[in-house]
């Protein structure tokens, strides 16, 4: 599954910054042109999080970040719910949001 080696990077990425202390919340930032399914990036979570000590207080929050392209013809800004939108002009969009995919915050327990 795509998203289940997604989920596991990004919580070794949080692991590693955790330098052994309890995670206690995790943000991940992930854009609607991703293609990955919210739902999909929770089930994989708790996957993990049950085989994982650190992780078994945490919480996942996910912060879904809407597409945005802009028009390589006319410049204009568009709104993009799919990659295959054109602009209103008929021109291709260049994506400038949508895309992201990465742990945007980390709360560690203090000891
Ligand atoms: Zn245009």
């Known amino acids: 599954m795509h998203e289940l080696s997604l ?6 990425v949080g692991l590693a910054a955790a330098e052994g202390r309890t995670i206690r919340r995790l943000v991940l930032e992930v854009g609607e042109l991703t293609c990955v399914a919210p739902d999909a990036l ?3 979570f708790a996957a993990i999080q ?16 809407p ?5 390589r ?6 709104a993009l719910s799919s990659p295959l939108d054109l602009c209103s002009c008929g021109g291709a969009l260049e994506w400038i ?8 915050l980390l709360e560690v327990a203090h000891v």
């Open 7 to 12: 989920v596991q990077d990004l919580v070794r």
């Open 42 to 44: 929770r089930f994989a």
């Open 50 to 65: 049950a085989e994982t000590p650190l992780l078994s207080e945490a919480t996942l929050e996910i912060e879904l970040q």
């Open 67 to 71: 597409g945005r392209g802009r028009c």
């Open 73 to 78: 013809a006319c410049a204009a800004e568009a």
């Open 97 to 104: 949001a949508g895309k992201e995919l990465q742990l945007k």
